[in-house]
């Protein structure tokens, strides 16, 4: 049964760079079968799709963090990557990382992480 | 980007009724819908994929339907366990989009 956990830092500063690492457990992400991807919740408001990464390192994102966003994968860890620059109080949210399956629905996910833009 | 409007904005029902969640996409989106269910402080969970497809696990109290733009999720015997946060997920183009949610409560 595959598991995920987010991991990072709960807190950044204003015009810093967002971390956060998504270990996963009883599966690889070096199939290929599967998408890779971060989705987050601000406080009160409906769910974001932030990006994927595939196994071969292509990455899709979406448009509206398209400039700030960087997703990155580490097959030796089993893990995958997300980093946010330039992050303003607008981008505290819990953050989820979550594996996409066949068409395109998120499942399972991390139990999310929240991580607060404050300085 | 696609957008989701999901209503009610939130109910409130009895043990054993029937309640239905509606969803709409701002445009077609064939039968790329997947439904998710969030309780308090917890992960989003799946319940329904492709717009009728019961992930393996889920109760059978469970449906969907729906193609285009309208879509549906029925549950067709409330249970105490089943207060929580339904969200709508449309998968038929980047950037996948959510709707706002319904909020169900006993």
């Known amino acids: 049964q595959v598991q995920l956990q987010e991991s990072g830092p709960g807190l950044v500063k204003p015009s810093e760079t967002l971390s956060l690492t998504c270990t996963v457990s009883g599966g690889s992400v070096s199939s290929g079968n599967y998408y890779w991807s971060w989705i987050r919740q601000p406080p009160g408001k409906r769910l974001e799709w932030i990006g994927y990464?595939?196994?071969?390192?292509?990455?899709d994102y979406s448009p509206s963090l398209k400039s700030r966003v960087t997703i990155s994968l580490d097959t030796s860890k089993n893990q995958f990557s997300l980093n946010l620059s330039s992050v303003t109080a607008a981008d505290t949210a819990v953050y989820y990382c979550a594996r996409v399956q066949t068409a395109n629905w998120f499942d399972p996910w991390g139990q999310g992480t929240l991580v607060t833009v404050s300085s | 980007d696609i957008q989701m409007t999901q209503s009610p904005s939130s109910l409130s029902a009895s043990v054993g009724d029937k309640v239905t969640l509606t969803c709409r996409a701002s445009q077609s989106i064939s039968t790329y819908l997947n439904w998710y269910q969030q309780k308090p402080g917890k992960a989003p969970d799946l319940l329904i994929y492709?717009?009728?497809s019961l992930q393996s696990g889920v109760p059978s109290g469970f449906s969907g339907s729906g193609s285009g733009t309208d879509f549906t999720l029925t549950i067709s015997s409330l249970q105490p366990e089943d207060s929580a946060t339904y969200f709508c997920?449309?998968?038929?183009?980047?950037?996948?989009?959510f709707g706002q949610g319904t909020k169900v409560e006993i």
């Open positions: 492709a717009a009728s």
């Open positions: 997920q449309q998968s038929f183009t980047t950037p996948w989009t």
């Open positions: 990464i595939y196994y071969s390192g292509n990455t």
